[in-house]
């Protein structure tokens, strides 16, 4: 289906059709992503087999300009990351059948076909309001087809708990000499550009940074959905010794390094994969018994030296 039809349905619409395609990691995503996942047809990565980066989506997922003053730069947006998870299949525990979920009335409890879906908000219990989707493009952001750079601010002022998603954010032909000209001018400045910009129906925050001499875009969280944290066993502040907070900064410092993701993987994931060729092989898989949390009180100081020691002797191994 083209992505311009499916930007018009709501998540909970995509979430239904990406499980009809058996899209992988589909539970986790954004609405963005259902979409860019649905355009490519729900097509998965098969299990196993060489690993590889992923590389970028030849199609843009929005189309627009990024303006800040009397410039504008013509640019595309493309899906920087992509989601790996394994995905399986609901099965009926009984014949191992598929179990399969349908649009189904809540009155007459008939299946309804997706051109007889409308979106209505509920204000009051069982009462709506219905909304065609010409309405609600007429109410759409004026940042619709922007990307609308209000400040520039110092990188570390934004708190990473604002993040939610990484664009790529790629020049036209046209534009390469404006989007080098600003790519290089936010470089040298040390900072980031606060913007706003709406992505499929919403209006998001978003910043622009510069990575690996192009420009990322981080959409972002609107102050009032970051929520505040209210835990009652953090209101007191238990008191700490000087010895527990000099062996703690020994560990950490023992522990510092350069920051290298490619020396991370996601174990838990090639654990199912090897499971999985192991059952299509026939193998029998075991399980370990799981062993119970330790309610034993430990000695912090003590953890504290032992962590240190065994730091200590990794490294000279």
Known sequence: MAAKTLEKLSKAELYERAQEADVPGRSDMSKDELVDALSAGGKKAKHGGKRTQPSTAKRSIWNGAITFGLITIPVGLYTATEDRDVSFHLLSGKDKSRIEYKRVSSKTGRQVDWDDIV?????????????????????????????????????????PIFF?????????????KAYSLFVRALEESGRVAVAKVAIREKERLCILRVRDDMVVLETMKWPDEIRQPAFDQLDTTPRVSTKELEMARQLIDQLTGEFDPSIFEDSYRHRVEGAIEAKIEGKEISVAPASAPSEKVVDLLEALKASVDQTKAKKSA
């Open 119 to 159: 979106k209505g908000y509920e204000y009051q219990k069982g009462k709506y309001v219905v909304f065609t989707q010409e309405e609600l493009e007429q109410i759409a952001p004026d940042s619709a087809r922007v990307i609308d750079v209000v400040q520039f601010v110092a990188a570390d002022e934004v708190d």
């Open 164 to 176: 939610e998603k990484t664009y790529f954010v790629a020049p036209t032909e046209v534009a390469v």
